[in-house]
T-cell receptor, first 113, second 115 residues
Framework: SQKIEQNSEALNIQEGKTATLTCNYT??????LQWYRQDPGRGPVFLLL?????KEKRKERLKVTFDTTLKQSLFHITASQPADSATYLC????????????FGTGTQLKVEL | DVKVTQSSRYLVKRTGEKVFLECVQD?????MFWYRQDPGLGLRLIYF???????EKGDIPEGYSVSREKKERFSLILESASTNQTSMYLC??????????????FGPGTRLLVL
């Protein structure tokens, strides 16, 4: 079955640095991969989608890469700010399609002053 | 802006009670989903629906049922609540097809405590 791995340990970085989060997957070749942000006690919010034929996608300070050979996506936040502190989830389209997603457990990011 | 609302933010119920969690979306989305989220386990799909009166089981449907009588409303039912159903419940909606329509829009969540 599909398996998605995100680093369960929190990532602590200093303000202004680039945060890099990793999403690895096995037993599947997704058509696309998405990243979501989740704040405590709230629902996830969509950030970026990258398709299997795209290597990189950018949106403001966010950048996502997708390496289908390594079965890995990297999520970068440049010039990080304390307001970027949250849990970041990656999600793959599930087998069987239909817009179902399989989510990773998320990585908590803490940006310190 | 897409808006997904859930009937309650916090809910406390007794073991054996029948529990209804309601979700409403205002973007005319065909797809609706119910997840539960637990520490260390992430988001797990309980049920989903592609159309009115249509439902399909997700990964953990046991102990749950759903109802979709209208396009905008998707209800999750705990037939007889148990303590292991204490969790954060999240509803989401999406529209089929290409482009950004694959993204899911989530409600604020309902934190359910079963005593």
């Amino acid at each position: 079955s599909q398996k998605i791995e995100q680093n369960s340990e929190a990532l602590n970085i200093q303000e202004g640095k680039t945060a890099t989060l990793t999403c690895n997957y096995t037993n599947y070749s997704p058509a696309y991969l998405q990243w979501y942000r989740q704040d405590p006690g709230r629902g996830p919010v969509f950030l970026l989608l990258i398709r299997e034929n795209e290597k990189e996608k950018r949106k403001e300070r966010l950048k996502v890469t997708f390496d289908t050979t390594l079965k890995q996506s990297l999520f970068h936040i440049t010039a990080s700010q304390p307001a970027d502190s949250a849990t970041y989830l990656c999600a793959l389209d599930s087998t069987g399609g239909g817009n179902k997603l399989t989510f990773g457990t998320g990585t908590q990011l803490k940006v310190e002053l | 802006d897409v808006k997904v609302t859930q009937s309650s933010r916090y809910l406390v119920k007794r073991t054996g009670e029948k529990v209804f969690l309601e979700c409403v979306q205002d973007m005319d989305h065909e797809n609706m989903f119910w997840y539960r989220q637990d520490p260390g386990l992430g988001l797990r799909l309980i049920y989903f629906s592609y159309d009115v009166k249509m439902k399909e089981k997700g990964d953990i449907p046991e102990g749950y049922s759903v109802s979709r009588e209208k396009k905008e409303r998707f209800s999750l039912i705990l037939e007889s609540a148990s303590t292991n159903q204490t969790s954060m419940y999240l509803c989401a909606s999406s529209s089929p097809g290409g482009g950004p329509q694959e993204t899911q829009y989530f409600g604020p969540g309902t934190r359910l405590l079963v005593l």
